[in-house]
DNA sequence: ATGGTAGCGTAGCTA
């Protein structure tokens, strides 16, 4: 079983590049972030036709928006919302006899990584909270299950190609970095594509806009995740992070697609 | 220190 996460950046505008790529790569389940359309726009016929029979998704006009596109049917799916705000950030699918599977897209931050100056900085910051207090208050550890999708943070060192340059820049700063750990801990999640690629190497999911040619200096950050719980450990094969689709034509995400191999138990 | 590009939706917000 495939997992792929992809912040897609309007699902309508790339779903070119997204039969790309689930032609060529194949994933079972795929969940998508910053779909930017309201549910009844969303282009479900395209996804039936890529053989997505089973759908969830959560979207809104112009901003956010997730969905998790699958081929193995759902059991049960739910939204949930944080911070107060019903902005379409959190959808999540359990597979019939198989993990529950949480697609996220944590807040992006804004600019001034001060929460007292910044109002978007502090949602991201309460918006981490009560994440972490949903997971530490589920009282189902050792059920299996995955939370992937944007997390908007590149938390290790080699998560961007400059940390000393990086560490006033939100995305990469201490504060945010601390409560995606803490995040992490609260319900002992583990990210899965570095149980392949050691800290000490560099690794990235997403390259600006902002720059005339995005291949040079190769100025990276990893901001999107798939993190497993350690009951799914045993069969997690594989990972991979496919850099060559943000060079694809016409009109490239910022964001490239991360993905997952798991045994079937 | 600033601005750079992109998408939605058609101004200005968000990233």
């Not at 792929?4 to 950046?9: G, K, L, V």
């Not at 006009?61 to 699958?70: E, H, M, Q, R, T």
Request: proline share 8%; glycine share 6%.
């Amino acid at each position: 079983m495939r997992v792929a996460t992809w912040n897609i950046n309007s699902v309508r505008l790339r779903l070119p590049l997204i039969e790309r790529f689930v032609r060529e790569n194949k994933p079972d389940i795929l969940c998508l972030q910053e779909t930017k359309v309201v549910n009844d726009a969303f282009p479900e016929g395209a996804f039936e036709q890529m053989g997505f029979a089973h759908r969830a998704i959560s979207g809104m006009k112009s901003y956010n928006g997730v969905a998790i596109l699958s081929k193995i049917p759902f059991a049960e799916t739910g939204v949930l919302n944080w911070q107060g705000k019903e902005d379409c950030r959190h959808i999540f699918a359990k597979l019939a006899g198989g993990p529950e599977i949480h697609c996220v897209y944590i807040p992006a931050g804004g600019d001034v990584p001060d929460p007292a100056a910044n109002p978007k900085f502090a949602h991201k910051l309460g918006f981490l909270d009560d994440l972490a207090a949903y997971w530490r208050g589920r009282d189902d550890k050792a059920a299996p299950k995955m939370m992937l999708g944007d997390f908007n943070i590149a938390p290790l060192e080699n998560d961007v190609w400059s940390h000393k340059q990086l560490l006033d820049v939100v995305s990469h700063t201490p504060l945010e970095v601390e409560k995606l750990l803490a995040l992490q801990t609260a319900h002992d999640w583990i990210d899965a594509p570095r149980r392949f690629v050691p800290e000490s190497k560099k690794l990235y999911s997403w390259w600006s806009y902002r720059a005339r040619d995005w291949t040079v200096g190769d100025r990276g950050r990893r901001l999107d995740h798939i993190w497993i719980t350690p009951s799914l450990l045993p069969q997690l094969q594989a990972t991979g992070i496919l850099k060559a689709a943000r060079g694809w034509d016409p009109k490239p995400s910022d964001h490239v697609p991360v993905w997952a191999d798991f045994s079937r138990p």
